[in-house]
């Protein structure tokens, strides 16, 4: 679709380059021109943005891979350390840059399993933390239905959520202490998402849990 898009055109192909090097300086506006991106491949364009993203990052031009705290009115369950269990077990999960193990029971959301600095922020082990932008959300996805543990690419923009806590919300129990091992031994071993099933099942695997949790909170 791309390369058809842009031989229609000299002016086509001149707002595809703004829009990839918009993309480039100011990450956070991808959902803002997603209208404008109709008849193109998003695929394409997300795919070029988080590859040049890779080189920017390198050279410490690009400071795409942040944690960002103004998501103030996004929450994550306290259910989510349970779900994160059903996905170890199931390995239903994701490894971003071997520290961030995003689990795919419920809310797409990771684990920090060690603190680390990138692109000026500092992800703190034992915190949750979402992805902000769709082709971060959608890179992950495509990871976990072709069965790719580790994900190749930057880390990329995601909001800070809470520390871990259990149903008694209490952030100093041993039950976290062990979740949190467990978390760290499965992702120093683990090397593929899901492998007895074939992409399409990986795919329709989310959608299925969620309808799962769904029938449990009616019950």
């Known amino acids: ?84 269990e059903t996905s170890i077990s199931e390995r239903a999960c994701v490894l971003v840059n071997g520290k961030l193990l995003v689990k795919f029971v419920g809310r797409i959301s990771a684990l920090c399993l060690e603190s680390f600095s990138v692109g000026g922020s500092t992800f703190v082990a034992g915190h949750w933390y979402c992805p902000v932008s769709d082709w971060t959300v959608d890179s992950l ?12 690419g ?5 909001a800070y959520m809470r520390p871990m806590y259990n149903y008694r919300k209490d952030p100093d129990s041993q039950e976290l202490d062990i979740l949190l091992k467990d978390a760290q031994t499965f992702a120093s071993k683990n090397k593929a998402v899901m492998p007895e099933l074939n992409m399409e099942a990986r795919k329709a695997y989310r959608h299925n849990k969620l309808e799962e949790l769904s029938l449990a909170r009616r019950e």
Not at 154 to 158: L, Q
């Open 154 to 158: 930057s880390v990329g923009r995601w």
């Open 1 to 84: 679709k791309i390369n058809s898009f842009r031989d229609s055109s000299d002016v086509k192909e001149s707002i595809i380059l703004t829009l990839k090097k918009l993309l480039l300086q100011h990450p956070e506006l991808f959902q803002d021109i997603k209208p404008l991106l109709k008849g193109m491949s998003l695929g394409v364009i997300s795919t070029f943005f988080s590859e040049n993203r890779q080189t920017s990052d390198q050279q410490g031009e690009n400071d795409s891979d942040v944690v960002d705290y103004k998501y103030e009115n996004w929450f994550l369950c306290e259910e989510s350390e349970s779900r994160l």
């Open 141 to 152: 996805k495509q990871s976990f239905a072709v069965g790719e543990f580790r994900f190749k």
